[in-house]
Structure formats: structure tokens, C-alpha cells
């Protein structure tokens, strides 16, 4: 079968009422709004409370994602699940996505890429839709960070936030789709950003919980450095890739790591700042649900017209990153 464009069809987004601010932090750890300010562009994040859990969020973005395309579940053959914080290890959020939305002849399950995610699931999502074995696929990235965020470690905690982002992607006619994508990952940076305990390796018990080996541990230093080159790397391959240069770019999603991360990447890759689009003040960083959020946000705002051409780039724990590069 001759290969099809896979386009983005429609997108939604989802996150929890509550949130955490600068104040609230304040007086948890020895910060200030000052100091997360200027150094991650972060005003207030949002938090799940007791009882709430990935699927609940990544289940109202997909919603909103099928109701905006008017189709119906059952056509949906594929919904991967970007997420690093699952409802629970067995069976995989994506089966419980699926039950939800009555997906029921699709091909679900989770993918672990961090805060590539979601650009991992596109570049999967793509082609299964390019050469006709999905007509229609659900990427989705979903995640309660909160739960594994530790709130005696400044470092961390100021950091990260909860929310879901969904994209349906379906064949396309025309220009419009995807264009080039890329996804790398190096697994000898492990340890700039885990959660060293809970798993196989050093089961969750007691003792683990009580020393907090569950939490995520963060050299941010070492990976800022590392999240500015391989995004703008990867930017660029992907531009080169489908003929085009950063000028010819008119909306920029990085992930929503921190202010200063997305300027540097800017820089590097000489794009004008009012093509970026960025919106860490607001959520802070939700990993794998970021730039579905972001883009979810860039389309209600009418900041994407048909004909643009889109970069999306991000970068996360493992490490990996990737870069996918669309008309809209
Ligand atoms: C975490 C991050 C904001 C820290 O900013 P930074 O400018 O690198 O700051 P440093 O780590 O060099 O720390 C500078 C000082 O601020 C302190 N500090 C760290 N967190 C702080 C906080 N929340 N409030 C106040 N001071 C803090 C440090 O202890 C250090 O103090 P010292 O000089 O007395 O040792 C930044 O490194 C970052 O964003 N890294 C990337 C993280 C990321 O993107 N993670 C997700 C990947 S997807």
C-alpha cells in the first residue's frame, strides 16, 4: 500500500484544579519566587490531590481530542500512552485509556521515554499510520510528577507539574502533516535524572520508601547542558532532513523544561523569540504531557494557521530526546 501524510487531526488537554505557587513552596523548602523565577521561568505548577491519578487527566484530553474531530472511538486502532507515572505497573495506562474511552479494537500500551515521550509516541504513531496499518491513532502524554516529586528537595520540587495532552493523528490529504521526525536516546546519562528505587532492581519497601529511593533525583546542572545541545541537534536534523531552515519556522514548541533551557535552545538555533512558544510559568514541567499541553494552548489561541510549519523538540530522563517537524 502506497504510503500516506498522518496528520495531527485534533488536540486536547487536561490537568488538575489544584496548584502549587512560588508562595506555597516558600514555605515547604528554603526557596524564594525570586530565585524559581529567574532561574526556571516557573510561576505555579498544577497537583493532583489524594485520589486523583494519570488516566483520569489523560482521559479528558482524549476525550476532547475525538470530540473535536467528530469521530468515533471505535475507529481509533492505536492509543500509546506517554508516560513515566502510570496509574499503577500492570496493566499499562494505555489499557485503562482505552477502556475508558471504548477504544475497543485498538492496539494500546505505555511508553516509558520521560519528557520525550510524546514526540517518541508521534514518530511511532506516524508511521503506523503511513502505511495504513492505523487509520486513526491516539497519542497521549500523562503524568502525576507530583507523586514522585520530593518536597524536602529544592531542586526538584520547584520544578515539576501534573497534566495530560492528547493528539489524534489520521491520514491527511495535501501538505498537511508530518514532516520529519527523530528520536534519540543515551542511557549513559541515567543517572542525571531517575528514580532509583521501586522497580525490580531495589523493590519498593519500607526501608526504600522511608529513604525516599522512589523519588526522582536530579543533577539539573549537568542536564541543562545536555538538554540545550541535543535539542537544538536534533532541531536542526529535522529541519535539514525536509529542506527546510530555522527561519522558515513559524511556531516553536520546546518542551517546557525551564525558561532558560528554551531561550538557550532558541538561541542556538536562531529563531526569533516570538515564534517560541512557551508556557512553564503557568504548569512548570509535565514531562511527557508538555508539549501536547503547549500545542493544545497554541491552537485554542489561533497562534497555529493552517500552512505553518511547526517544530516540536524536547528532551528528558533516560536520556532522550527527539524532534518532530510538521504543516499544519
Ligand atoms: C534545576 C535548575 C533550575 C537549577 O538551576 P541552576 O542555575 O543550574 O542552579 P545550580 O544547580 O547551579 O544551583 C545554584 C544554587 O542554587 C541553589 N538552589 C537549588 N535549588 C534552589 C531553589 N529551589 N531555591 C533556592 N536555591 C536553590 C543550589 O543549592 C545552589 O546553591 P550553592 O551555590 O550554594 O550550592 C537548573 O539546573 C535546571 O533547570 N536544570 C535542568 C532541569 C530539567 O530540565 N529537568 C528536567 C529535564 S526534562
Known sequence: MANTNCAILSTGSSYPEGVLTNADLERMVETSDDWITSRTGIKQRH??????????????????????????????????????????????????????????????????????????GLTLANQMVRTGQSRYALVIGAEILTRYVDYTDRQTCVIFGDGAGAALLGPAEGERGILATRIRSDGRYTEQLFSPGGGTRIPPTAETLAEGLHFYKMRGNELFKVAVR????????????????????????????????????????????????????????????????????????????????????????????GAVLMRW
Open 47 to 120: 497537583k493532583a490531590a489524594d485520589g486523583e491519578y494519570t488516566s483520569m487527566f489523560a482521559v479528558r484530553a482524549a476525550r476532547q481530542c475525538i470530540e473535536r474531530a467528530r469521530i468515533d472511538p471505535i475507529d481509533i486502532d492505536l492509543v500509546i500512552c506517554a508516560t513515566v507515572t502510570p496509574d499503577q505497573i500492570l496493566p499499562s495506562t494505555g489499557c485503562i485509556i482505552q477502556t475508558e474511552l471504548g477504544c475497543h479494537r485498538a492496539a494500546a500500551f505505555d511508553l516509558a521515554a520521560a519528557c520525550s515521550g510524546f514526540l517518541y
Open 230 to 321: 541535543s535539542m537544538a541537534d536534533v532541531s536542526r536534523e529535522v529541519l535539514e532532513e525536509a529542506g527546510y531552515t530555522a527561519s522558515d519556522v513559524k511556531l516553536f514548541i520546546p518542551h517546557q523544561a525551564n525558561q532558560r533551557i528554551t531561550e538557550a535552545v532558541a538561541s542556538k538555533l536562531k529563531v526569533d523569540e516570538s515564534i517560541v512558544y512557551s508556557n512553564i510559568a503557568m504548569h512548570g514541567n509535565t514531562s511527557s504531557a508538555s508539549i501536547p499541553i503547549a500545542l493544545d494552548e497554541c491552537i485554542e489561541m489561533g497562534r497555529v494557521r493552517e500552512g505553518d510549519l511547526v517544530l516540536m523538540a524536547s528532551f528528558g530522563g533516560g536520556v532522550t530526546w
